[in-house]
């Protein structure tokens, strides 16, 4: 049993492993949802924010990118007991997303990179699941693969245009 959450391995997993930082999102804003809902200075949002933030990079939206980093940035310097309680150093990560920053300002390319991780246990876990799902943990990002770097383009979103549907028809039935 580990201390960590499921959800922040598996980001962890596809941050490293994969290098698919939209399913790094969509994998802890579900669990930022469902044990944190409504914190927006929450360590999971700070994760989330990271992750779209390398999305925008590797996609050359250097402006997404800067302004995603910059909200990442901040809750990081308020989370620092958090990010540690996470098996992250948050010094390391400080300098890490800072040289991140400063590489956007300067619109130089994206390149893959790893979170500074302190604990040896959460590293075995993750190269133990990397192995699991066959990725490699700490390869570069396949940036001719157009699923990986478009992805939020080539996703199926039926269920979020359907769960808009209901909504607009409920808030109409209620406006009646």
């Known amino acids: ?13 596809h941050f490293h492993g994969d290098r698919d930082y939209f399913e790094c999102h969509e994998i802890l804003e579900e669990y930022w949802k469902a044990t944190d809902a409504g914190n927006k200075r929450s360590i999971w949002v700070a994760l ?4 779209v933030s390398t999305y ?3 996609r050359n939206n250097f ?23 996470l098996g992250i150093d948050p010094e ?8 991140r920053k ?10 893959s ?38 992805r939020h383009s080539t996703r199926d979103r039926s269920d979020v245009i359907s769960d808009r549907q209901m909504a607009l028809e409920e808030r109409k039935c209620r406006e009646k």
Request: charged share 20%; hydrophobic share 35%.
């Open 113 to 150: 990179f790893n979170l500074p991780l302190s604990d040896t246990e959460l590293s075995r876990l993750c190269y133990e699941e990397c192995r699991h799902n066959g990725f490699t943990w700490g390869a570069s990002s396949n940036l001719q693969n157009p699923d990986l770097v478009h």
């Open 63 to 85: 402006p997404g990118a800067i302004r995603t980093l910059t909200k990442a940035e901040e809750i990081f310097s308020d989370t620092k007991e958090a990010t540690a309680r």
């Open 56 to 58: 925008h990079h590797r």
């Open 102 to 111: 400063n590489n956007l300002l300067n619109n130089l390319p994206y390149t």
């Open 92 to 99: 390391l990560l400080t300098e890490t997303l800072s040289k």
């Open 1 to 13: 049993m580990t201390k960590y959450p499921t959800s922040y391995i598996q980001y962890l997993v």
């Open 48 to 51: 989330i924010l990271l992750a």
